[in-house]
Each structure stands twice: as C-alpha cells, then as structure tokens.
C-alpha cells in the first residue's frame, strides 16, 4: 500500500511521519528543518532508526566551503553525500525486509526534473511493501501519474507544528 501524506510547506508533513515511525516502526528518512540563530538554511536527511543525520539540501547562500552539490534547483543546493546516504539507507531497508518504509520531501525535483530520490523511489514502489512518502499538494497527481501508483491512500495534514526532529545550531 503507498500512502501520500500531502500538504503545503509547514503543515506538519515530517511530524506526521514521525509520529507514524514511532507508533508503527519501520525505517526510513525524513528531511529536517537546519537553523542558524533562527535562521533556516536547509535541511538535513535522518534516518529514523538510528538518528544518522547528513547535510542534505542548503539555501544557495547558505552553503560553506566544503559542500559537495549534485543538483541545483530554485533556491537549494543539494548534496551528493545525502543522495548516496539515501540510497544506502534504502539498499539496507530492501535486504532486512523492513516495513513501512517511509521517504519523506520528494519534490519538484524528483517530479519535474527526475532526479533526486527519483530512481530510489522506482526501487521501493516495485517491492509492493507498505510505504509512506510525503510530498505538497500541488505534486500529488503527477507523483501518482508518473510513477503508476494504483489506489493510493492520501493523508492530507494540517498545520501541525514541526517540534520534533529539527535541527537548531
């Protein structure tokens, strides 16, 4: 079953997920909100059962010296270390059988450009496990449409406040 939590920036999506990870497990990742002196500058790629943080995407005029991009799309660099972690996490989610398996922030990205988690996310939908992605609304129908995705179950969130997993500096 593929299950797409849905809504617009900051209504609660990862907390969602979260909160589902906690009372379901599984494994997976989520894409926390990076601060600094309340400043946001990105986000960072967690995985849910271990905590394993990597710098995932930065705003471009938040990114330091030894940063290592793969993409650049709108106002975010992303990182190539992250794509590899995810791809990682995944690989080792697939060989234990783990489940729900849980992928959080696919984005225009992934939708318009096919990159990022795109490939990653054609892996776990072939496997027919249960899998929660959360993506914004306005994404929803060409997620569904491009990658095939019969009867999903859709989980719209509303503004709940992102108080776990978030990174202050």
Request: charged share 25%; hydrophobic share 35%; proline share 3%.
């Amino acid at each position: 079953m593929v299950n797409i939590i849905t809504g617009n920036v900051n209504q609660g999506k990862t907390s969602y997920m979260c909160s589902l990870y906690e009372k379901r497990g599984g494994d997976g990742f989520i894409c926390v909100k990076v601060f600094n002196k309340n400043n946001f500058h990105g986000y960072d790629l967690v995985r849910l059962t271990t905590g394993e943080s990597t710098p995932f995407a930065r705003k471009n005029d938040a990114i330091s010296g030894d940063w290592d991009e793969m993409y650049r799309f709108g106002i975010f660099s992303f990182s190539g270390h992250a794509f590899t972690a995810a791809d990682r996490i995944i690989a080792e989610i697939i060989k234990d059988g783990t489940e729900p398996i849980f992928i959080d922030e696919v984005g225009p990205l992934e939708i318009v450009e096919q990159k990022g988690f795109y490939e990653l996310l054609k892996r776990v939908l072939k496997l027919n496990r249960e899998v929660y992605i959360s993506i914004r609304n306005e994404l929803v129908s060409e997620l569904i449409k491009d990658f095939k995705i019969n009867e999903p179950r859709i989980i719209p969130k509303g503004c709940l406040r992102h108080t776990n997993y978030t990174n202050r500096n």
